[in-house]
């Protein structure tokens, strides 16, 4: 491919390898491509979007916002929720590092290595305690609201259950 044509991404600052490959999507947009045929997700480029995807995949929404809610408690304001997650504090922008961690013999133990671009790491970690039902008598349970209405056991459909002991409704 003669006359490589650069773009800078929007989220790594990096010049990167940007060349439509003629073809293009339903909404008419074009495909761009880089030097090793990954595509270019709008402004970011394919190493970018990798790591946002990977990082949507790895952290569910309950971990994020968690730590949404305990960066807002810090008074930090949440600028991106998306990866490269960007939180502002005091007018000083900062980029967040989610990272899976864990204990072993009272050293912490990362997931993956922090990037250096980095400039807050938010540690993630799991755990289990095992509890009998008397312990955690008097906890708040959440019941998370219901948006839409679930159909009811009269409206829904019945089928014929067959098997040993089970009966048709």
């Not at 991404?9 to 045929?37: F, H, I, P």
């Not at 939180?87 to 989610?98: F, R």
């Not at 807050?120 to 509890?131: D, M, N, P, T």
Request: hydrophobic share 35%.
């Amino acid at each position: 491919m003669d006359g490589l044509k650069t773009r800078t991404c929007g989220y790594c600052s990096a010049e990167r390898t940007w060349n439509w490959n003629g073809q293009k999507m339903k909404d008419g947009s074009k495909v761009y491509l880089n030097e090793l045929g990954h595509r270019w997700a709008g402004r970011r480029c394919p190493v970018c979007e990798k790591s946002r995807v990977a990082a949507a995949v790895r952290h569910d929404s309950f971990d994020r916002e968690m730590i949404f809610q305990q960066l807002t408690e810090k008074g930090f304001t949440v600028k991106s929720k998306v990866h490269p997650v960007a939180v502002e504090k005091d007018g000083i922008s900062y980029q967040l590092g989610i990272r899976r961690a864990r204990t072993v013999d009272g050293s912490i133990l990362l997931d993956s290595p922090a990037e250096p671009r980095d400039d807050i790491i938010a540690l993630v970690f799991e755990s289990v305690r095992l509890c009998t039902p008397e312990q955690i008598k008097g906890v708040n349970v959440f019941v998370p609201p219901l948006d839409t209405p679930r159909p009811t056991a009269s409206a829904m459909p019945t089928q014929n259950i067959r098997g040993a002991g089970a009966e048709s409704y």
